[in-house]
């Protein structure tokens, strides 16, 4: 648990991290490190996405499954990783 | 007309014996109900409609009609008796008395199904089955009497009030039906039954008169007649007196708006979803063989598996409680999965502890982690690894461009490009490490992206708690792995054979591995309770591979050490780790200081100890049984594996201890040394004198090492900067002018940050990239830029340096 702890402490201190975000299977932020409307806002929009990106892959092969995925715009760039029971979800602008 | 169908007719004639008993039980009833409708009403479901029933017109008392019971029997083909049961069986104990009633001998088993299945049908109304009966009734009379009108039928009519009897009973019966039969059914399973095929009594279901009449008839006349006459009616009665034309009105009854409400039904939609993976999760969880997992059959059993996934709506999306009803699965798992309803269970929440908590979560963090570094530090690592650095097209240009790639150069930056320089990428530290000293580095033989550092402090005072730490290249902001010591570390190696064993020195005189593969903080072994373990600090350890064991010991890697009591040791594993000595290093004096130093000589010979301290070995890259080692006294000695007291050469140049030795690993008798006398000493083994020898500044050099890449490229550092020779390069002016060389200058300086001492240095084997590290724990990465040394490894370059060199001091 202090390992996670730290883990999370030192990504948060990296250079441009904006947010860290984790999210339950049901869309509920368990820790949160943006305020709350975002955070919100994230988790939901987030959720569909990675469900949709999900289905497409199972779809073309069904013993193939998502593991990662990198979301890169113009200000940021989102990473989530996916998983049964939770996202976890990191905003970062490496420009910074 | 008679029913050309004589199966399905025969079980009825297998009833009438029973029917004769149902008659007696119902006959005790038929005295209670006196129903009054049975006369006229006619209930619209009866699709009879031609029958007009009399009254009670000429009822026959069929009791005395009694005809011989036939049973029928149908057999197949087979001989098995497969005479369908009746619908109803009656109590066979009963008493069959008097047959009167209802039931003639020969009613057609039609009549007696349609009885039986219209008198379901029938709700206790007596009413309703007094018409019914009737009619079966008469139906079946008049096919036995082959009479087709209505009075035949009526006529035939029996009493009515036993039919009302029976319909009311045959609620009754209905009841019963099922346990009867289920007696028969086994009383009967074995016996043989004879059955007789008749033909059945001609069933009139409906009769429509015809309303015209063929002219060649004999009724013509009479309808024509009939025609006439009614014509004639019809025009007189236009102004007949007989014929008046009234309206009338009736009052209509006053409607009435009557409201009736009912409970909304409630709709619930229901999607469904079946996708490809779906489909298979579901497959997976039932249990089916690997065989219908392929997704070639999921395609393939598609249309006939019927699978209904309904989304709970009260759960994420992705829950679905998936309910299979298949029917049928045209797969080699069909015979596995009959028609069951399967459910998925949904998992309850998982506690966001636990999620934390997780391993998966943990692996996910660390990847994370990563993924977010190597955003950060894309363009130094692309350096590295020598690719081209890719420009972010959206982050805003500063002003200075950071990275230059090699092969993109604007013209702004070509003459500072030229010449060759350290490029420093970025270093390995965090605060775990800042403040210690570092005193070794190692690659993993395996995986050449982690490296193993080693922190301690050389001298013996302010010893600090030793530490190791195993960085990721994909990782400069933390290490993998940090094992703490008790002592400083001076030295580590990792093995070839193993690649997860990590050799430890330290500054007490102990030895231990490590596993970095494993999270565990404790050394594998130790060399703590060995006997024989050195006592003054291990300067160096190694692992050698020998290719040909010694003396009868097996082949494979065993661990080399030196240390400052003066001996090289060989470990090995056999109840605890164990050494033996490969070599004591015994003082020896110069021959020259001998003569000078005479009876000096003899004071001093109170020495500590006969030994000298030895700081540095490396074993001949191609024959395993050669080694040199250093010493403080500045003497290098060629020793064998095979030989353990003596040494087959001794190399004496240095005036101060020896920091490091190296073999070329081009140029198989070339080797380098360095020494705190601030010098750098080329040597070839069979010269007892250096061949070329470099200074550079007034300060002690720690570290040298080979280039792994060219041969005439190796490396030093000294306290306050790190240098890198190329002696191809130095040399070339030499070469001309045939002068006995002065000092040359090293191709590139970089000086180390003020306040910090540059403590050792390592080649990265894939990449132009040299690893510093410091006294404040810090490892620094530069890049080796614009360093042209010419193709190939330049060994012959170095020979001839070496011969040319020779040559001029000649």
């Given at each position: 648990m202090a390992e996670v702890e730290e883990t999370l402490k030192r990504i948060q201190g990296?250079?441009?991290?904006q947010g860290i975000i984790i999210v339950n299977a049901e869309g509920?932020?368990?820790?949160?490190?943006?305020?709350n409307s975002s955070t919100v806002q994230y988790a939901g929009l987030i959720h569909q996405l990675v469900m949709k990106a999900r289905t497409t892959v199972r779809d073309i092969d069904p013993q193939n499954d998502l593991t990662f995925l990198r979301v890169r715009s113009k200000k940021n760039e989102i990473m989530i990783a996916p998983d049964k029971d939770y996202f976890l979800i990191v905003i970062q602008n490496p420009s910074d | 007309m008679s029913t050309t169908r004589a199966k399905p007719k025969k079980p009825t004639l297998k009833v009438t014996p029973s029917s004769r008993v149902m008659n007696v039980s119902t006959s005790g009833v038929l005295r209670v109900n006196h129903s009054?409708?049975?006369?006229?009403s006619i209930n619209a479901?009866?699709?009879?409609?031609?029958f007009s029933l009399a009254a009670d017109?000429?009822?026959?008392?069929?009791?005395?009609?009694?005809t011989p019971k036939h049973t029928v029997q149908v057999f197949d083909e087979n001989g098995k008796?497969?005479?369908?049961?009746?619908l109803y069986q009656p109590d066979?104990?009963?008493?069959?008395?008097k047959h009167s009633k209802?039931?003639?001998?020969?009613?057609?088993g039609g009549t007696m199904s349609d009885f039986y299945s219209t008198a379901y049908q029938t709700t206790t109304n007596a009413s309703f089955a007094g018409p019914f009966t009737r009619s079966v009734f008469g139906s079946s009379t008049v096919s036995r009497g082959s009479q087709s009108t209505m009075e035949s039928m009526n006529e035939e009519i029996e009493d009515p009030s036993s039919k009302r009897d029976i319909s009311i009973s045959l609620s009754d019966v209905q009841v019963r039906r099922e346990e009867v039969k289920e007696l028969i059914k086994e009383e009967m399973l074995d016996d043989v039954v004879d059955r007789y095929l008749i033909e059945s009594e001609t069933l009139w279901l409906l009769h429509m008169p015809a309303v015209s009449v063929s002219v060649?008839?004999?009724?013509a006349e009479s309808v024509k007649e009939r025609n006439n006459l009614y014509m004639e009616l019809c025009k007189n009665?236009?102004?007949?007196?007989k014929y008046v034309e009234r309206s009338m009105q009736t009052f209509n009854g006053a409607p009435k708006t009557k409201e009736v409400q009912s409970e909304a039904i409630t709709m619930v939609d229901a999607a469904t979803t079946a996708t490809t993976w779906d489909m298979y999760d579901s497959f997976r969880s039932a249990g089916l063989g690997e065989a219908a997992l392929s997704p070639d059959t999921d395609k393939a059993s598609v249309p006939e598996i019927v699978s209904n996934h309904r989304l709970?709506?009260?759960?994420?999306?992705?829950r679905t409680m998936s309910v299979i009803s298949t029917?049928?699965?045209?797969?080699?798992s069909s015979s596995r999965i009959e028609i069951e309803p399967f459910v998925v269970p949904s998992e309850d929440e998982p506690d966001p502890e636990l999620v934390l908590q997780s391993e998966k979560f943990q692996q996910d963090l660390f990847v994370m982690e990563r993924i977010i570094l190597e955003n950060i530090y894309q363009p130094k690592l692309a350096a590295y690894r020598q690719l081209p650095t890719l420009e972010d097209?959206?982050?805003?240009?500063?002003?200075?461009?950071?990275v230059v790639s090699r092969?993109?150069?604007s013209s702004l930056d070509e003459e500072s490009t030229l010449t060759p320089a350290l490029e420093r990428l970025w270093s390995f530290s965090c605060e775990l490490t800042?403040?210690?000293?570092?005193s070794s580095m190692a690659w993993n033989k395996r995986n050449p992206d982690l490296l193993a550092v080693g922190y301690g402090q050389?001298?013996?005072?302010?010893?600090?708690s030793g530490l190791i730490c195993c960085w990721s290249l994909k990782n400069p902001?933390?290490?993998e792995r940090v094992f703490t010591c008790e002592s400083g570390v001076t030295t580590l190696d990792f093995s070839a054979s193993n690649a997860s064993q990590l050799a430890v020195g330290m500054h007490d005189g102990s030895i231990a591995t490590y596993?970095?593969?494993?999270?565990?903080?404790?050394?594998?072994?130790?060399?703590?309770?060995?006997?024989?373990?050195?006592?003054?600090?291990?300067w160096q350890v190694r692992w050698i591979d020998h290719e040909r064991g010694a003396s009868g010991e097996d082949k494979g890697e065993t661990l080399i050490s030196v240390s400052a009591d003066g001996r090289i040791s060989k470990w090995f594993l056999r109840k605890g780790l164990d050494c033996i000595d490969l070599m004591k290093l015994k003082r020896t004096r110069n021959e020259k200081d001998k003569k000078q130093v005479g009876d000096k000589e003899k004071k001093s010979e109170?020495?500590?100890?006969?030994q000298a301290p030895g700081l540095c070995f490396d074993f001949h890259p191609t024959d395993s049984n050669i080694y040199i080692a250093g010493t403080e006294e500045g003497h290098i000695h060629k020793c064998?594996?095979?030989?353990?007291?003596?040494?087959l050469e001794t190399y004496i140049a240095h005036k101060g201890p020896l920091y490091r030795i190296t073999w070329s690993p081009f140029c198989s008798d070339v080797f380098l040394s360095c020494s705190s006398d601030w010098t750098i000493q080329l040597w070839r083994q069979?010269?007892?004198?250096?061949?070329l020898g470099f200074t550079s500044t007034?300060?002690?050099?720690?570290d040298v090492m080979w280039s792994p890449k060219w041969a005439t490229v190796f490396g030093a550092v000294n306290e306050g900067r790190v240098e890198i020779w190329d002696l191809g390069a130095s040399i070339q002016h030499f070469h001309h002018a045939l002068?006995?060389?002065?000092s040359l200058d090293p191709t590139i300086v970089s000086l180390a940050s003020p306040g910090v001492k540059l403590t050792s240095l390592l080649f990265a084997t894939e990449t132009d990239c040299i690893l510093v590290g410091d006294s404040d724990g810090q490892v620094s990465i530069y890049q080796l830029k614009n360093?042209?040394?010419?193709?190939?490894?330049?060994v012959a370059a170095l020979e001839d340096i070496i011969g040319s060199t020779l040559a001029s001091q000649l």
């Open positions: 990296q250079k441009g991290v509920i932020p368990i820790k949160t490190t943006l305020d | 009054s409708t049975y006369a006229r479901s009866v699709s009879r409609k031609s017109s000429k009822i026959l008392d069929k009791s005395s009609v009694q008796d497969v005479t369908p049961q009746p066979p104990a009963a008493v069959m008395s209802i039931f003639a001998s020969d009613t057609s060649d008839s004999e009724e009665r236009m102004g007949n007196d709970d709506p009260t759960r994420a999306p992705e029917t049928s699965i045209a797969s080699a097209p959206d982050s805003v240009p500063k002003v200075v461009p950071t092969r993109e150069e800042s403040g210690h000293n570092v050389f001298d013996f005072k302010d010893q600090k902001t933390w290490p596993n970095v593969e494993s999270r565990e903080k404790t050394p594998v072994i130790d060399s703590s309770d060995c006997a024989h373990k050195h006592t003054s600090p291990v109170a020495l500590i100890s006969r064998s594996c095979s030989y353990n007291e003596q040494f069979d010269l007892f004198t250096p061949v007034q300060s002690a050099v720690y002068v006995p060389l002065p360093l042209t040394v010419g193709e190939g490894t330049q």
